[in-house]
C-alpha cells in the first residue's frame, strides 16, 4: 500500500515536473497533478488492456511503437477528464507528454528506490 501512494505522489511530481517543460502540458497547481496521476492510473488499469488487445495487429506491425499512442491517448482522456490539466498543442502534447512522463518517473522512482 505505501508502495502505491508513493508511486502516485512520484507520478503527480512528474506531472508538475512536465507542465514545466515547453512541450504544451498544463497543471494548474499540485492537486490536480494529484488528480491526474490518480486518472492515468485508473485509465491504464482499466482503458489499456481493452485498447491493446484490439489494436494488437498495430502493435506487432510496428514492433511495439504503437504502445506509443496508445499512451497518448491515455494521456489525451486524462487531460479531457481533469480539469486544470490541459493540452496546448493536442495529440502532440499527448505523445511528448506521455513520453516524457514515463522517463521522469523512472528517473525519479529510480532515485527513491534506495528509500523504500
Known amino acids: 500500500m505505501i508502495g502505491l501512494i508513493i508511486t502516485w505522489l512520484v507520478t ?12 504544451g502540458v498544463q497543471i494548474d497547481n499540485f492537486g490536480k497533478a494529484l488528480i491526474s496521476a490518480a486518472v492515468v492510473g485508473i485509465l491504464n488499469a482499466l482503458l489499456l488492456p481493452i485498447l491493446t488487445f484490439f489494436t494488437f495487429p498495430f502493435i506487432l ?7 506509443f499512442i496508445l499512451n497518448a491517448v491515455i494521456f489525451g482522456l486524462a487531460a479531457i477528464l481533469v480539469p486544470g490539466f490541459s493540452l496546448k498543442y493536442g495529440f502532440w502534447s499527448a505523445l511528448i507528454g506521455s513520453i516524457s512522463l ?4 523512472s528517473i525519479l522512482l529510480r ?5 523504500t
Open 61 to 67: 506491425l510496428t514492433l511495439g511503437l504503437f504502445f
Open 102 to 105: 514515463a522517463i521522469i518517473n
Open 111 to 115: 532515485l527513491i528506490a534506495p528509500f
Open 12 to 23: 503527480a511530481i512528474s506531472f508538475l515536473v512536465i507542465s514545466k517543460l515547453p512541450i
